[in-house]
């Protein structure tokens, strides 16, 4: 079955970094879209950025553009998300996920528990 593991969470001073990973398993990774969303506290999941099935293409929400890098290494079966300016606003717990479909973009489902990531000084 479908087996998304994130990790790289953490607490992080407001201005810091952090890197997000995810170990995708259970399906064949190189043929879909995948995307990070997040979910802040008391509040639905929110998209934060996605890529297409080669890492040619990304999209990033507005919150985070120019802060966050989406990518992927399909030989690994692995998905990315560099965070960097990091605000208290980006407190959240961070999920990958994949397209419904492949080589489409659809919606998106969130397999794997999350990686918390808190913003503070």
């Known amino acids: 079955q479908v087996q998304l593991v994130e990790s790289g969470g953490g607490l992080v001073q407001p201005g810091g970094s952090l890197r997000l990973s995810c170990a995708a398993s259970g399906f064949t990774f190189s043929s879909y879209w995948m995307y990070w969303v997040r979910q802040a506290p008391g509040k639905g999941l929110e998209w934060v950025s996605r890529?297409?099935?080669?890492?040619?293409?990304?999209y990033y929400a507005d919150s985070v553009k120019g802060r966050f890098t989406i990518s992927r290494d399909n030989a690994k079966n692995s998905l990315y998300l560099q965070m960097n300016t990091l605000k208290s606003e980006d407190t959240a717990v961070y999920y990958c996920?994949?397209?419904?479909?492949?080589?489409?973009?659809?919606?998106?489902?969130?397999g794997g528990q999350g990686t918390q990531v808190t913003v503070s000084s």
């Open positions: 890529i297409n099935t080669i890492g040619s293409v990304t």
């Open positions: 996920a994949k397209d419904k479909a492949p080589f489409l973009v659809t919606d998106y489902e969130v």
